[in-house]
């Protein structure tokens, strides 16, 4: 098959998805594009996308993609379309909210067959979500195909927008070399956060959490790892609960190197799909504390009881100190929680299901070029 995959910003486990996605579907012998913005992303976004792209048969093209609607679309539009019919793409496939939109908007041939993966994002944000609503209503009956990569995504958009003609739930997963356990650094904090610097993600509750265990006489560092909107907020912050001594921000780095900074992996999110910092983190049997929110409780579940609620910093607090005051449980429940990941969460079995969902779709609408492949399904 000839696929092209549209995103906005590498960055997070969206960018994590695609990479993978692309590197296994090219391992496979399919031939590959990728198509994402020029102007988000950072160093370790670069040197990603720069060891694939000799690997990309379709190329990689970083054009402007805004993130809200903008008349500049149109551009990006005949840009795109220019792309998928130079590479004679089979499948379009769109991740996150403008990379699905524009996937499901953009002039191509009848036959290509359009896939939208929402991965949240904006779809799970209470906060000005209304616009996307509606647009992802508007949109629903140009896409193809719509994977979703927990229950939880699935049934928000059941809810929210509408049942789609063909869907799927497809778990994210992580490949076998990432069940290593790692060590810790000799500068390590009690605690580490990763990922985007953001409301939504909660990282606020966590340093309110540190600055109540200091004033119940406890005091518990913390490393965060990330960049995003909300980082000078965020620093803001933690000057304003005098905790600069105990929180320090780091630049964005690789998951394992960051897991290495800290004790317990800290994930305080408001919301989530089924966020990659949990697998990877589980994966690597790091004590986990997080928030039960989206599809969080899918990877933890029969182990989900152990999940704190959202928003709520005296329960993140006690979690937290919790794990720190006993290491032989912490590590018994990351032990536990890393096998259940090590069965049910593969990232071959990711591909293998997302690929097994293009040849189901596009052996309803014959496509010059293409050539249908009977799969037997596990």
């Known amino acids: 098959m000839n696929i092209m995959h549209i995103l906005r ?12 996605l692309a590197t296994g579907q090219v391992a ?44 500049a679309d149109l551009l990006a539009l005949l840009q795109i379309a220019g792309r998928i019919r130079a590479a004679a793409a089979h499948v379009v496939h769109g991740h996150g909210a403008k990379g699905g939109a524009l996937a499901r908007l953009v ?43 927990s229950a ?16 799927r739930i497809v778990h994210n997963g992580v490949a076998s070399t990432e069940l290593e356990p790692i060590g810790l650094d000799a500068d390590a904090s009690d605690v580490v956060y990763l990922g985007e610097l953001r409301a939504l993600k909660g990282i606020d509750v966590l340093i309110d959490a540190i ?15 990330g960049d995003g909107a909300d980082a000078a907020a965020l620093r803001a912050r933690v000057a304003q609960w005098q905790l600069s001594n105990a929180i320090r921000f780091r630049d964005p780095m690789p998951a394992r190197s960051a897991f290495a900074l800290g004790q317990v992996v800290v994930v305080p999110s408001r919301a989530e799909s ?28 029969p182990l989900a009881g152990h999940l704190v609620p959202a928003e709520n910093a005296h329960a993140l607090g006690q979690s937290i100190a919790d794990l720190l005051d006993d290491p032989v449980l912490a ?47 596990s």
């Open 28 to 71: 496979r012998g399919h031939r590959v594009g990728i198509i994402a913005d020029q102007h988000t992303g950072h160093a370790g976004s670069e040197a990603t996308f720069a060891a694939l792209r000799p690997k990309l048969a379709l190329g990689l093209t970083r054009i402007r993609l805004r993130r809200q609607p903008n008349p």
């Open 331 to 377: 590590k018994h429940g990351a032990q536990k929680l890393r096998s259940r990941i090590a069965v049910t969460f593969s990232v071959d079995a990711m591909i293998e299901s997302v690929l097994a969902a293009y040849h189901k779709a596009l052996a309803t609408q014959p496509i010059s070029g293409y050539r249908h492949q009977t799969l037997v399904e």
């Open 107 to 149: 002039p191509a041939s009848k036959g290509v067959l359009r896939v939208y993966t929402p991965h949240g994002g904006s779809l799970h944000d209470a906060v000005g979500s209304r616009l996307h609503i509606m647009m992802e209503k508007a949109l629903m009956r140009r896409g193809n195909l719509y994977l979703f990569e």
């Open 211 to 225: 600055a109540h265990l200091r004033d119940q006489g406890r005091r518990i560092t913390a490393t965060v790892v």
């Open 152 to 167: 939880y995504s699935h049934g928000v958009y059941l809810d929210k927008v509408g049942r789609p003609e063909s869907s």
């Open 274 to 301: 089924l966020p990659y910092v949990v697998l990877e983190a589980a994966a690597a049997a790091k004590p986990i504390v997080a928030t039960r929110v989206g599809g969080i409780p899918e990877i933890f579940g």
């Open 9 to 20: 910003a590498p960055v997070g486990g969206l960018f994590r998805h695609v990479i993978d």
